[in-house]
Nanobody, 125 residues
């Protein structure tokens, strides 16, 4: 199984960035997909998650209204559109896959089955 994030970079505060995560080696449509982030010196935190058929989406309060998670099961792709970014959004962003049936614990990173290597997002003020 491989999850590969892309799209990170340097962006000014107030700008936008779109992260993508390409999955292979798993039945993508069978997994909940999530995005997490980890800033230097901080613990990894939940950002967003989406159910297999996009019927339910969850966001951390810190990104609600600014970030949008989406998925394309035909392309094995999950994306995170980041708008109105803030310096506090600076972090290494990870996508992760969670087997079905554990949606209630989607915010807990330890239960996710597969992880990507991360893509760095840096927001300048």
């Amino acid at each position: 199984v491989q999850l590969a994030e892309s799209g990170g970079g340097l962006v000014q505060a107030g700008g936008s960035l779109r992260l993508s995560c390409s999955a292979s080696g798993l039945t993508f449509s069978a997994y909940v997909m999530g995005w997490f982030r980890q800033a230097p010196g901080k613990e990894r935190e939940f950002v967003a998650a989406i159910t297999r058929s996009e019927e339910i989406i969850d966001y951390a309060d810190s990104v609600k209204g600014r970030f949008t998670i989406s998925r394309d099961n035909a392309k094995n792709l999950v994306s995170l559109q980041m708008n109105s970014v803030k310096p506090e959004d600076t972090a290494l962003y990870y996508c992760a896959a969670l087997a079905a049936g554990r949606w209630s614990r989607r915010r807990w990173d330890q239960i996710y089955d597969y992880w990507g290597q991360g893509t760095q997002v840096t927001v300048s003020s």
